[in-house]
């Protein structure tokens, strides 16, 4: 199976926090791609992981479950999500609730702060 909409996922250090930016589409097709890359981290050394989604063009249940995922197997390390106030994503991370299990901010800065 090939994907027509692949996803781009960069891991940025800055001390004990982990910058990850994704672009593209995170579906069924592209979250493996997505949890692969994060699964090389040392999650021991990072405090917090900030999930740069501002770039996703479309997320679906799949992109959730490996955050969710992600979230229940490093429950030491806070995990932040950003996305853009009006966008798609966005609309998905509230209609499912996920403000109840990750903050969710409006820009890269805001979260790294």
Do not use: C, Y
Request: no cysteine; net charge negative; hydrophobic share 45%.
């Amino acid at each position: 199976m090939t994907n027509d909409h692949p996803i781009e996922v960069s891991l940025t250090e800055r001390g004990s926090t982990l910058l990850v930016q994704v672009a593209g589409e995170l579906d069924l097709a592209t979250s493996p791609q997505l949890r692969e890359e994060v699964e090389d981290v040392d999650w021991d050394e990072m405090k917090r992981v900030v999930f740069d989604l501002l770039e996703v063009e479309f997320m679906d249940s799949s992109g959730l479950g490996v955050l969710i995922a992600l979230r229940e197997e490093h429950p030491e390390t806070e995990i932040a999500l950003v996305a853009d106030g009006d966008g798609l994503v966005t609309k998905v991370l509230r209609l499912t609730a996920m403000e109840e299990l990750f903050p969710i901010h409006s820009s890269t800065e805001a979260a790294l702060a």
